[in-house]
T-cell receptor, first 113, second 114 residues
Framework: AQSVAQPEDQVNVAEGNPLTVKCTYSVSGNPYLFWYVQYPNRGLQFLLKYITGDNLVKGSYGFEAEFNKSQTSFHLKKPSALVSDSALYFCAVRPPNTDKLIFGTGTRLQVFP | EAQVTQNPRYLITVTGKKLTVTCSQNMNHEYMSWYRQDPGLGLRQIYYSMNVEVTDKGDVPEGYKVSRKEKRNFPLILESPSPNQTSLYFC?????????????FGPGTRLTVT
């Protein structure tokens, strides 16, 4: 079955430190990969996506993600975390030849001052 | 401003009383979708539509109906709501013109069924 896993329910990091939010997927073929962020009482906002090409993609608010085909991973990263980055982050996968989007269960990022 | 709107934002109702949650987008997107968000389960797709008069079931369609009579609107209908449909609901839309087009989400509708 096609699925997305976010193994950490919560990630805690001090402001100024680098952060990583993990995502792995199980999808046949070459999927499209996405990260979305949800701030309290808001809908999801698109952060970045991987379609093809360079394995390191850059997105909004200084975030980037690294695609690793052999490990079927798409981890979200930021070199220096801000308190304002605290939110719920979702990884999502779109299998080839579909319009369906499969979401992970989400990871809550808490950045402490 | 490009956006997806949902109404109402909050709704408390009783078991069995039919309700409709509206969704509208102003981006001329072909694709629209409904999700529900529950703690520990992430977002699960209820129904989606690839264009007018074309709808299909997602992962959790039981107890829900949708229609797509116009490109901009995609209402979610609960004919006989039950307490297990208490959840946070999101509508989303995207273009199908570009490969890997990201989805735009509405602000959410928090539904409580007692």
């Amino acid at each position: 079955a096609q699925s997305v896993a976010q193994p950490e329910d919560q990630v805690n990091v001090a402001e100024g430190n680098p952060l990583t939010v993990k995502c792995t997927y199980s999808v046949s073929g070459n999927p499209y990969l996405f990260w979305y962020v949800q701030y309290p009482n808001r809908g999801l906002q698109f952060l970045l996506k991987y379609i093809t090409g360079d394995n390191l993609v850059k997105g909004s608010y200084g975030f980037e993600a690294e695609f690793n085909k052999s490990q079927t991973s798409f981890h979200l990263k930021k070199p220096s975390a801000l308190v304002s980055d605290s939110a719920l982050y979702f990884c999502a996968v779109r299998p080839p030849n579909t319009d369906k989007l499969i979401f992970g269960t989400g990871t809550r990022l808490q950045v402490f001052p | 401003e490009a956006q997806v709107t949902q109404n109402p934002r909050y709704l408390i109702t009783v078991t069995g009383k039919k309700l409709t949650v509206t969704c509208s987008q102003n981006m001329n997107h072909e694709y629209m979708s409904w999700y529900r968000q529950d703690p520990g389960l992430g977002l699960r797709q209820i129904y989606y539509s690839m264009n007018v008069e074309v709808t299909d079931k997602g992962d959790v369609p039981e107890g829900y109906k949708v229609s797509r009579k116009e490109k901009r609107n995609f209402p979610l209908i609960l004919e006989s709501p039950s307490p297990n449909q208490t959840s946070l609901y999101f509508c989303a839309s995207s273009t199908r013109a570009a490969p890997g087009g990201e989805q735009y989400f509405g602000p959410g509708t928090r539904l409580t069924v007692t």
